[in-house]
């Protein structure tokens, strides 16, 4: 794996700067079997989960990784509804294998142990991610699911939060919804809004969105440019910089 991190692109090298993502690399690379690496902080923290869930897997309790994949995304989606950081145990009915009787359930408490989702106080009568990039990808899970439903809405909310926190979850998004209807109307969306925004969920896989969207969005920027002051330029110039459109 010596020869991955003599590949790295200079991307790459700037995502491993942040703590969360060069441990999440640095396990990856420990593991057997890697040939290529990730080409962003979302794609990073993407596949260190897919290889930590795959070895929390247990055929004897019935405990998958699409199981404690979709426990997380409901978990993500309950203390983002919430407006907290964390999110009462009692609160938890949606999220598969809840037991009522003995809360969280067999699922959240491996979770749990896994280092994944944290228990606060001693009772352990409330919960929360370890790691706010973890959190903001499962954020991104749910997002995706709510696009299909009500994408002005969605829209709305993440332009509510800043967009340093929300950058990880921008491009999860883009990766999961690019090429479908639904994906290039949440595009559409954002360049009318943010354009800064609509890049980050742009720069994901280009070119499965639309021409005309792509269009769009390059003349938002052409023209937000044109205005800028020199750190925003600086700042539009690193943008477009991780866009590879073939």
Known sequence: NEGLLECMSEDIRQELCHPFTFRACTELLKKDGVATLPRSRSEIVNAWLTARLKDESDRTEHLSPAVYWKALTEIARCIQASGETAIQVDELSTVPRFDAARPPGPVVERLIQANILEALGGSCDSLRFVFDTVFELFAAEADVEDIRQDCQSVVASLMEKSFSTTSTRL???????????????????????????????????????????????????????????????????ERLGHIDCR
């Open 171 to 237: 491009n999860r998004i883009g990766h999961q919804i690019a090429g479908t209807a639904e994906g290039n109307a949440f595009l559409n969306d954002l360049i009318c809004k943010d354009y800064a925004r609509a890049v980050v969920v742009l720069q994901s896989r280009p070119d499965a969105f639309s021409l005309e969207l792509r269009q769009s969005l390059f003349s938002t920027v052409q023209s937000a440019f044109l205005k800028a002051t020199r750190p925003e330029m600086a700042f539009i110039v």
